[in-house]
Every structure is written in C-alpha cells, then in structure tokens.
C-alpha cells in the first residue's frame, strides 16, 4: 500500500519535466546492452582534466592545512562558510565595482535549492489568500522550474516573440513586451541567461527593462546565471552580469565543475537574503562545508573565472560549431528546420516548424536509429496556452564527443527528411 500523501506530499513526490524524460532514457540506455547508443541527451557537464585537476589541488591544500577539522567537522553559519562569502564578495566588487558586504551574499546546497525557496517565500498564496504569481517572461526555460511550488497555477509563463531568419534556418527567442505582465500580483521573476535548454541570451536591456517593470512593486527578479560569466562564463556572445536594486543574482558551481558538491551562490539585497537564508536554516542548516572550501580558494586565486574563459567556454563553444556546421551540411535546405542562436550554455535547441509528428514521437524514432535527445515540450513549464511549437522542438546536450555530435546530426537529418515526406 502506498502511503497517504498531503497535497505538499503527493506534488513533490511526482518527476517533474525533463527528470521524467531521463527515467525513460535511463531504462532505454538500461534495455538496450550492446545497443550503441549515441546519447546527446545529458545536462551533466563533462569532466574536463584540467577542472577536475584544479579541484583535486585545492582539495589537497584543504586535506593538510589547518582548516580542515574546522570545516568537515562542525557545523557552521547558514549564510555560508565564511572564506567563501568573503571572496565572493572580494571578487565581485573588484571585478563589476560593485559595494557588497557579506550580508549580500547566500550559499545555498546547489542553486536549484535557491529556486526553491525563492519561488516559495515570494510566490503562491499570502496570508490574505492572495495568488502571488512567480513570472517566467520566457518559455521555454528550465524544465526544473516546473517542480518548485506547491501552487501550480502559481507558475506563469509567457510565450515569445519570434526572430526568424529563414533563409539561415536560424531563430532566437525575444520576451513579448507587449504582453507581458508584471504588477502587484506578481511575487517574482525567473529566468535563465543563458538559457537552458535554448542558448538564449536576453540582452542587457531586456534585462534592465524586466527589472524595471518589477522595481516598483518591489518584485525580487531572480537571474539564474547557472551558465553566465564569472564562472562557468559559458556565454559566446557579449553579455553583462547585472545586480543591483530588486535583482537577486544566482550562481551555479555545478557547470565549473562541482556538480556533486551542490553549490548555489545569490547575490543580492540584504532583505531579500534574509527571508532566504531563514528558509534555508529551516530546511538544511547549510550547505556542504567542503565544497565551500575548496570554491573559496578557486575564487579568491582568480583560478576559476581563469579556467572558465581558457577552457570550459572553448570547449563547448567548439561543439556547438560542430552542431551548426553538421546541421548546414547534412538537412535539407528545403525543409523548415531552424537552429536557436548559440549563445550559451551546454545545448542546442531545434525548432522544426509544422512538424508532422510530436516532439515525443520524434524522440522516439531517433532512438530506434541508435540517437538519444531530449524533447522539448518538458521545457515550457507555466506555459499554459495551446502552441504547436512546444511539440516541435528538440534539445541537443553538447557534452558529447565531436564525432558522435556529428553522426547523431546525419541521423536526425535523415530521420526528419523521411517525417516530413511521410507526414508522420
Ligand atoms: C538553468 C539552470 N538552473 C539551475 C540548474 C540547477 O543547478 P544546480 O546544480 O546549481 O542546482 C541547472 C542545472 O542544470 C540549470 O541548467
């Protein structure tokens, strides 16, 4: 007999989004020994040597200094391990003149954790009874916003406006000013820059223009910068972090090579910080002090934003000029597939307009040719309006070998000539 779940209960005890997706993939992966799978479908960042070196020496200078009994074996401050709030505040006011104190700063178990209680301090039913929306200006966005709040008819996307270049077969997404709403019912804004799964980069203005619709209302607008510069600065065009005034500034260790450490890092005013940091106390105490340790020494060195620029940033940026040129090469010119602008993160996105099946159809027939991707329908979480495009999209991880990336693109093209001829 299963057992009796609250309504809190039975929300976070179902997969959400892509983590369901990646339980199919797993068992497929599982099922099919001896099949060659190529899988273009992971989040997980590649184990780079020079990275996973870095780490390993500043483990080992943790393991014989003085500090180490300190730090694994006591608890410590909910904020975070002081060193690390220090050199992050150190860093940041160097590098963007900025004036933060340590009161700024949040470290949280990994930033999804921060998501959380972001999106539920600030988001779903106040003591008046009162729907306070969490805002996503732009679908799709993370799949792992969808499992947050307790209050799905909290979550609230808005679709995008549409740059098309049809002789390049190329897009971008763009917020829909006009249609976007931000007012007092509005309890935060959330969105990632560079976008996971698209690319995306929202300008500097759009940013500023979010920020602005929201700073009246003192609305929190959360930045997730999981893959912005400092660290892993996986952007591949020009873009400027921005804080300040009702901006809360998120960062990821996870895509500088920490995944299993679960590192978050917020930024932002004192207030805001407060109300986060008690939910944390409440929910954790704190994160894990030895990742802290080591991410102090690797920002406080100027180690990680150096690693960042020189040798995560390259390497993905190269794969994704592998999926380009694969895709220019082997798709059929005639046919109306658009690739997003690669401007960040660790995918490319792939809009095949009218598509005649289901993005989950399409995933399927790729896996019977040996090719495992994400469909993007799991990554429009709050979107709540009918549109075909959200079936017609296809997420590619660029964590795999260039010669996979480039077999796993002739696939697809073949498998997507034969639907478009078939119509199904
Ligand atoms: C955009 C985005 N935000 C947040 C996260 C969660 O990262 P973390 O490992 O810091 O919890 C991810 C993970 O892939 C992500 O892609």
Redesign the pocket.
């Known amino acids: 007999m299963n057992p009796a779940l609250t309504q809190f209960g039975d929300k976070m005890s179902h997969l959400t989004g892509v983590r369901a997706i990646m339980k199919d993939i797993k068992e497929t992966l599982q099922a099919g020994v001896g099949q060659q799978y190529i899988n273009l479908s992971p989040?997980n960042p590649v184990i780079l040597p020079e990275v996973e070196e870095l780490w390993r020496e500043y483990t080992t200078e943790l393991l014989n200094g003085q500090d180490f009994g300190n730090v694994v074996c006591r608890y410590g401050d909910s904020q975070g391990y002081e060193p690390l709030i220090e050199a992050v505040v150190n860093f940041f006011n160097q590098r963007y003149n900025l004036n933060l104190t340590n009161r700024n700063i949040l470290i949280t178990p990994?930033?999804?954790?921060l998501?959380f209680y972001a999106t539920n301090a600030f988001g779903g039913y106040t003591s008046s009874g009162k729907l306070k929306q969490i805002v996503l200006p732009l679908s799709p966005d993370?799949t792992?916003y969808g499992g947050l709040t307790l209050f799905p008819e909290a979550l609230f996307a808005y679709k995008p406006a549409l740059d098309i270049d049809t002789a390049g077969h190329t897009f971008k997404y763009r917020p829909d000013f006009s249609k976007l709403n931000i007012d007092e019912s509005t309890g935060c804004v959330l969105f990632?820059r560079p976008?996971?799964p698209t690319g995306n980069v929202l300008t500097d203005d759009e940013v500023r223009k979010i920020a602005a619709l929201a700073e009246p209302y003192d609305i929190p607008v959360l930045i997730?910068s999981?893959?912005a510069p400092p660290f892993p600065a996986l952007n591949f065009t020009e873009m400027t972090p921005i804080f300040g005034g009702n901006i809360i500034h998120c960062m990821?260790?996870?895509k500088v090579g920490l995944?299993g450490e679960?590192?978050?890092i917020a930024i932002g005013e004192e207030k805001y910080i407060n109300v986060l940091e008690s939910f944390q106390t409440n929910m954790c105490i704190h994160s894990s002090r030895y990742g802290q340790a080591i991410a102090a020494r690797a920002i406080e060195t100027g180690m990680l934003a150096d690693i960042a620029t020189s040798v995560i940033r390259p390497y993905y940026q190269k794969k994704f000029t592998v999926v380009e040129s694969t895709l220019d090469e082997a798709m059929p010119k005639d046919l109306p597939w658009f690739l997003h602008r690669g401007e960040g993160?660790i995918f490319a996105w792939i809009w095949f307009e009218d598509l005649p099946i289901t993005d989950w159809e399409l995933y399927q027939q790729l896996k019977q040719v040996g090719v495992i991707v994400v469909p993007g329908s799991s990554f429009f979480p709050g979107l709540r309006e009918d549109w075909k495009h959200k079936q017609e999209c296809i997420r590619i991880s660029l964590t795999a070998t260039d010669e996979d990336i480039e077999t796993g693109m002739r696939r697809l093209a073949k498998v997507i000539q034969d639907v478009y001829k078939r119509g199904n």
């Open positions: 989040g990994g930033s999804q954790s998501y993370y792992g990632s976008c996971n997730d999981a893959y990821s260790l996870s995944p679960r590192i978050g993160a």
